[in-house]
C-alpha cells in the first residue's frame, strides 16, 4: 500500500481544522474574533473548510474601536454578506460614552488598550465560552506562550503560568462559571505561511496589504497614516509614499512600510527577506518590552 503525504501547508490546515472543530464539539457558544486583518480571514476561511457544506457555526465578534481603516469595515461587510454569517459588534465608542473607559489624551493617544474592556462586555453579555483569534507564535513573545486552548478567569485575565497541558493533542475546554477561552488554531503558523496558503488559496484580502500610494508621517520609525485622528507634532511632515501594511489595527497606531509589493507572489518574497517581525511597526507595541503582555494578561486578544 503506498504512502500518503502531506505537504506542510496541508500539515498546518488540518491541524487548525482539528482545533476549530475541539472548539465545536467542547464549547457551547464559540465566536471568532475578526478583526479585518489576514489572521482572522485566514481563520474564517479555516472554519469554512472544517464546516463544509454547512456554514460557519458560530457568529463572527468584531471590537469596533471607531478608529479603523475605512478598507477595513468595508471588507468586514462584504465578507460578512458573502459567508451569511452573523456579526456582533462590540463599540470601544460606546465603551467611552457609557463611562466604562477613558479615552487617551496626547500625540500617542490610541484606543488600543480600551478595546479590552469593551472585548470582555461583550463576551459577557452574549455568553460566549469561547472566542478564536487568529494569534500567532511567531509575532510577539507573549504570544509565543499561548496554548492551542488558553484559559481566560472569571475577570478574562490571563495568567500564562497557569495554562493546561495539551498532550498528544488533547484539549481541556473545561470551565467553571464566568471563565471563558481563547483558542488559537493558527499558532504554529509563520507569517510566510500565511501568505503563501493565501497565496495557494486564492483568499481574498483588503488592498492595505498590497502597495499603494498614500499621505503618511514618519513617526517612530514607522510611516504613520494620515487620518482625521493623526494629530502633527511641530516638525512633522506629510508626505506620500509609495507603502503597504503586513498588519492592520487602529489607524491611528500601524506603521506602513514602503514597498512596491502590489501582488501576493510579490508579498511573499519580500517577507522570505525581512529580519523583523509584523509587529515591529505597531507602536502600541513599542510603548515597553512587556506592552503586549501587559495588555493580554489584563483580557486583550
Request: proline content about 3%.
Amino acid at each position: 500500500m503506498g504512502k500518503y503525504y502531506l505537504n506542510y501547508l496541508d500539515e498546518l490546515e488540518s491541524e487548525a481544522i482539528f482545533i476549530l472543530r475541539e472548539v465545536w464539539a467542547q464549547f457551547e457558544n464559540p465566536v471568532i474574533l475578526f478583526s479585518g486583518g489576514k489572521d482572522s480571514i485566514l481563520v474564517t476561511h479555516l472554519a469554512k473548510k472544517a464546516f463544509y457544506p454547512s456554514k460557519i457555526p458560530f457568529p463572527l465578534m468584531h471590537v469596533d474601536t471607531g478608529h479603523n481603516f475605512p478598507e477595513t469595515i468595508k471588507f468586514r461587510d462584504d465578507l460578512i454578506k458573502e459567508l451569511g454569517a452573523q456579526l456582533i459588534v462590540g463599540s470601544v465608542q460606546e465603551s467611552i460614552d457609557q463611562g466604562r473607559v477613558k479615552e487617551e489624551k496626547g500625540k500617542n493617544a490610541t484606543r488600543n488598550a480600551l478595546q479590552i474592556t469593551t472585548l470582555l462586555d461583550a463576551i459577557e453579555l452574549n455568553k460566549v465560552d469561547c472566542a478564536i483569534g487568529g494569534g500567532r507564535r511567531d509575532e510577539e513573545k507573549a504570544r509565543a506562550k499561548e496554548r492551542f486552548f488558553s484559559h481566560r478567569n472569571d475577570f478574562g485575565e490571563w495568567d500564562p503560568k497557569n495554562q493546561r497541558p495539551e498532550l498528544w493533542n488533547l484539549l481541556n475546554g473545561k470551565q467553571f462559571e464566568g471563565e471563558h477561552f481563547r483558542a488559537f488554531p493558527i499558532s504554529n503558523w509563520t507569517e510566510m505561511d500565511v501568505w503563501n496558503y493565501i497565496k495557494k488559496e486564492n483568499i481574498s484580502i483588503p488592498s492595505l496589504y498590497f502597495a499603494h500610494e498614500r499621505e503618511v508621517v514618519f513617526r517612530s520609525n514607522s510611516w504613520i497614516p494620515v487620518s482625521e485622528y493623526l494629530k502633527l507634532e511641530e516638525g512633522e511632515k506629510i508626505e506620500k509614499k509609495k507603502i503597504r501594511f503586513r498588519t492592520l489595527g487602529d489607524i491611528t497606531i500601524t506603521g506602513g512600510i514602503e514597498s512596491d509589493a502590489d501582488t501576493l507572489e510579490k508579498i511573499a518574497e519580500e517577507v522570505s527577506a525581512m529580519r523583523k517581525t509584523e509587529r515591529g511597526d505597531r507602536s502600541d507595541d513599542k510603548r515597553s518590552e512587556t506592552a503586549m503582555e501587559d495588555r493580554k494578561r489584563q483580557g486583550y486578544f
